[in-house]
Structure formats: C-alpha cells, structure tokens
T-cell receptor
C-alpha cells in the first residue's frame, strides 16, 4: 500500500514565478492538508481539502491556492513567488471520518532564487 | 487561536536512557494530540497520539501522557536507541482539524 506521494521532490524557481506541487493521498483517504515547513521550524497549516472544496485555511495569503480532484489527489499552487516562500511543502492525508489523523508525505523542497 | 510550545529544543541522552519531551497548549477546546518523528530528508511520521478523554497511552517503548487541567502533554521514550535520533514534533488539533505544531526537539542518542 503506497503512502502519501508528492511530486516533484525538489524544485528551483525565481522570484515572481508560479509553481504547482502535487499530492496523492494514501489509499482510502479522502482529505488532504497542506503545510509549509521552514528550515528548523514546525510545519504550518496552509489549507485542507475534502469533497473537492477548501474547508479550512491557515494564515497564508491568496497567492496560495489549491485544488482537489475527484480521485482525492490535490495540487498546491503558489503565484508571484517570494524568497520567503522557500521551504519544504508537506502534504498530509486523512482517512474517512478522521480528518485530524494526518499522515505526511516526504514533501517538496522549493527553493526560490 | 491555538499555540503550542515545546521543550527542550535539543536533548542528548546516552543509549539505553529515557528521553522526555514536553509540550503545552493554549486552547482548552483542543482534543487530539499527535506526536511526529522527522528524520533528515523525510516527512513527519506519526508515532503516537492521544485524545483528550485519555490520560496516558503506551506503544512499546513510547508513551504519551496528557494533563488536561494543566494543558500539558509529554512524550516518553524508554531504552533509547541510536535510531531514535531525529527531530520530534508535538501538535494539537484546534478542533477544526488543523494541526498546530510545536517548534520541535532534536533528540540525539549517543551510542
């Protein structure tokens, strides 16, 4: 049984560009949450998707947006990249009826130059 | 909103000794408290969790305790092994399914 998979593993962008990160949840999971983890810090909640809609959002600007597809996979989009967006972006999936039990993928390391 | 504080930031123990990591939370409505282990280059791995209707939970060498009155919860690792070396994060669910994480504890187990 595959765990949470994220792609790509690493990404380098320049300021002002746009980026799309992808996440496939564990089999049987219907909820996807996205987190940003800066170096040396704990993950910070960006938003959560289930039933193809954004249900919860953390303190992140509108430059951060997402989508969930009918197969429960998800994308995170960041527009107008800033140097401060450099971080590890983590996706977590949750099983049916247990949205707070979250299993994380290995993340996408984004570097903005 | 919820705030989670974690101590210590670094912890060095001899192999075979016990390690204890402590967290406090601010929102009395929080009812779910997971612990994650993060190794270098990997995502956080859920190692144990506890709900607010339980005071203690054990899984082999790992245990978690919760004091709702004091808003404290702790991770206890007994008989530590070098492979326990990693960064450990506590978290609290703010009752809306968002996890609020502590700042992490870097555990080093010396052989």
């Amino acid at each position: 049984d595959a765990g949470v998979t994220q792609s790509p593993t690493h990404l380098i962008k320049t300021r002002g560009q746009q980026v799309t990160l992808r996440c496939s949840p564990k089999s049987g999971h219907d909820t996807v949450s996205w987190y940003q983890q800066a170096l040396g810090q704990g993950p910070q909640f960006i938003f959560q998707y289930y039933e193809e809609e954004e249900r919860q959002r953390g303190n992140f600007p509108d430059r951060f947006s997402g989508h969930q597809f009918p197969n429960y996979s998800s994308e995170l989009n960041v527009n107008a990249l800033l140097l401060g967006d450099s971080a590890l972006y983590l996706c977590a999936s949750s099983p049916l009826g247990a949205k707070n039990i979250q299993y994380f993928g290995a993340g996408t390391r984004l570097s903005v130059l | 909103g919820e705030n989670v504080e974690q101590h210590p930031s670094t912890l060095s123990v001899q192999e075979g000794d016990s390690a204890v990591i402590k967290c406090t939370y601010s929102d009395s409505a929080s009812n779910y408290f997971p612990w994650y282990k993060q190794e270098l280059g990997k995502g956080p791995q859920l190692i144990i969790d506890i709900r607010s209707n339980v005071g203690e939970k054990k899984d082999q060498r790992i245990a978690v305790t919760l004091n709702k009155t004091a808003k404290h919860f702790s991770l206890h690792i007994t008989e530590t092994q070098p492979e326990d070396s990693a960064v450990y994060f506590c978290a609290a669910d703010d009752s809306s399914y968002k996890l609020i994480f502590g700042s992490g504890t870097r555990l080093l187990v010396r052989p």
